[in-house]
């Protein structure tokens, strides 16, 4: 079991919030959706495992390279 | 007699030589999961290639009465060799041997390996392992005096940048002298766990600012995210495998053309899946890379500086075998604005194309430079204005391809308007001085004001501005010259390739390349 930290490579706005915690997701999944740019950019799962933390709600702003959620893999 | 007794003697010095540092250091070195030089040297070039020159330079021991007692090698082995057949200088530093300080080195054969490489015209690999070009403070005591510092044939480094394709590989702990060395190139690279780059290593550092890890303080994840490397590796066999396929698109030297690779794809290829590529909601991402990919010959794209300025993609491929330069935009970071650190990456990229007469492909989907406070600490607009700058002294054939944003000064950017290059649209092209989204508030203020639904108000506006920048539109005025079929992109720009090709011009570019 490894814990792997899912970052957010811009900076922007929590858009919508696509998983639970405890949900298991496979690499590439969406787990969260920011605004930046009037754009809407997935944060996708870099690894196939369970998510055991959701470090962001919907309208928070986001940093460039902030931990976004936890993945436990298996 | 004969000269066989000193034929022996050049061996048994050989034989001296290729021991390289002490049992114990060379030891150290494999334990670290690092290869020696000359493993190095065996491991990129094609086999039996290598050609050492001042194979037997390096600090001898004689008794009283002149016979040789011990040697310790020069720690910069250099030569020729071949790679896939073409003829490379490759120059390595010897970390088993004083730690690679240049101090150990007998500095004229580093200038030699330069010269060579620029005098005949051939591309340089530097195999970089080593300190400082200095060496310790210790020396002051040795020499008895200090000295004002000056680079060996930086005059040449600098040189051969405009003249001969140059990689550098830190393949250890390298700093100083050799950190300069090895990103004063046009490809650099960095093997993970065992690279790190730094001014200065951890010992000088934690006198200034507390105790530091090697890795820490310039491991590959820092320096390839800054763009001081291009990219990170995950083994050293990796790197001369990147190596190879970097050369693979470039000549020789400025003074030859790239040559054509292999003809191995169809040029009328049509990728069925480019007609949906780009989601109709403008709001939606999509990934640049799958459509990169489709466009040209299979499997021949090599994206160079993956972690660095990421809203902009850059890379070498092949159009039906004719090498040329990828630039493209990634929706997915800042929707593929040119940021600060894109802005530096496209610049030196074209540069790279300019100096090495590979024409560019611009796949645009560039909503601008990035917006924001940060955005301007970072001086993105002085950056930009220099990537605009290179653009317009590049002396390549160009097609642009807009995909779909092209806004504002940097979407300008997307090609040197002033000359006629090749330029298509796909139906999802979007263009102008700003997004709809981004300047609707601002420029119907006094109206949305008064308005008793403004809400209501802003999607009418929106809809009706919508209809105006359909691309059909711009095509009617000429201002685009032609709207294509996503699925015709590879056979068009195919076409550009091959008419393009004797268009390339040989010579050094009118601007000198800089790191």
Known sequence: MARKEVKSEVAGTVWLVETKTGASVQEDDTLIVLESMKMEIPVDAPCAGTVVEILVAKDDPVEEDQTVAIIETS | ?515
Not at chain 2, 424 to 439: E, F, M
């Open chain 2, 1 to 515: 007699m004969s000269w066989e007794s000193a034929i022996e003697e050049l061996r048994h010095r050989e034989g001296l030589a290729h021991r390289m540092g002490e049992e114990v250091k060379v030891a150290r070195h494999r334990d670290a999961g690092k290869l020696t030089v000359r493993e190095r040297i065996d491991a990129l070039l094609d086999d039996g290639s290598f050609h050492e020159v001042g194979a037997i330079s390096g600090k001898a021991e004689y008794d009283k009465d002149g016979n040789l007692v011990d040697f310790r090698a020069s720690n910069f082995i250099m030569g020729r060799g071949k790679i896939d057949g073409r003829t490379m200088v490759v120059a390595g530093d010897d970390f088993t041997v004083r730690g690679g300080a240049a101090d150990a080195s007998i500095h004229e054969k580093q200038v030699y390996a330069e010269q060579m490489a620029n005098q005949f015209r051939l591309p340089i690999v530097r195999l970089i392992d080593g300190t400082g070009g200095g060496g310790s403070v210790k020396s002051l005591e040795i020499d008895g005096r200090t000295y004002v510092p000056a680079n060996p044939g930086w005059d040449w480094v600098v040189e051969n940048l405009s003249t001969v394709p140059v990689v550098g590989l830190a393949l250890g702990s390298v700093a100083g002298l050799g950190a300069a060395r090895a990103v004063t190139s046009h490809y650099s690279l960095m093997v993970k766990g065992i690279s790190q780059m730094f001014v200065a290593g951890p010992p000088v550092v934690a006198r200034v600012s507390g105790p530091i890890t090697k890795e820490e303080l310039g491991g590959s994840e820092i320096h390839t995210r800054n763009g001081a490397i291009d990219d990170e590796v995950e083994s050293e066999a990796e790197a001369f495998e990147r190596t190879a396929r970097f050369l693979s698109y470039l000549p020789s030297s400025v003074h030859e053309l790239p040559p054509r690779g292999p003809v191995t794809d169809d040029i009328n290829r049509r990728d069925e899946s480019l007609i949906s590529a780009v989601p109709t909601n403008k709001r939606k991402v999509y990934k640049m890379r799958k459509i990169i990919n489709s466009v040209v010959d299979q499997d021949s794209f090599f994206e160079i500086g993956r972690n660095n300025g990421k809203s902009a993609i850059t890379g070498l491929a092949r159009l039906d075998g004719w090498p040329v330069a990828i630039l493209a935009n990634d929706p997915y970071i800042y929707g593929g604005s040119w940021t600060a650190d894109a802005s530096h990456k496209v610049t030196r990229f074209v540069d790279l194309a300019n100096t090495f007469h590979l024409p560019v492909v611009h796949l645009v989907d560039n909503p601008g430079f990035l917006i924001g406070l940060e955005s301007e600490k970072a001086g993105t607009i002085r950056h930009g204005a220099r990537t605009l700058a290179a653009l317009y002294q590049a002396d390549v054939p160009w097609c642009s391809v807009l995909i779909r944003k092209a806004f504002g000064v940097a979407g300008a950017g997307h090609m040197n308007h002033s000359k006629l290059f090749y330029r298509y649209a796909w139906p999802s092209a979007d263009t102008g001085s700003l997004p709809i989204a981004g300047g609707l508030e601002a420029a119907y203020r006094a109206e949305l004001e008064a308005s008793d639904d403004p809400e209501a108000l802003l999607a009418e506006i929106e809809e009706r501005l919508t209809r105006v920048c359909s691309p059909f539109r711009t095509a009617e005025a000429f201002r685009v010259e032609e709207i294509i079929d996503p699925r015709d992109t590879r056979p068009l720009l195919c076409e550009f390739a091959n008419l393009a090709a004797p268009l390339r011009k040989t010579g050094p570019a009118s601007v000198p390349y800089r790191p």
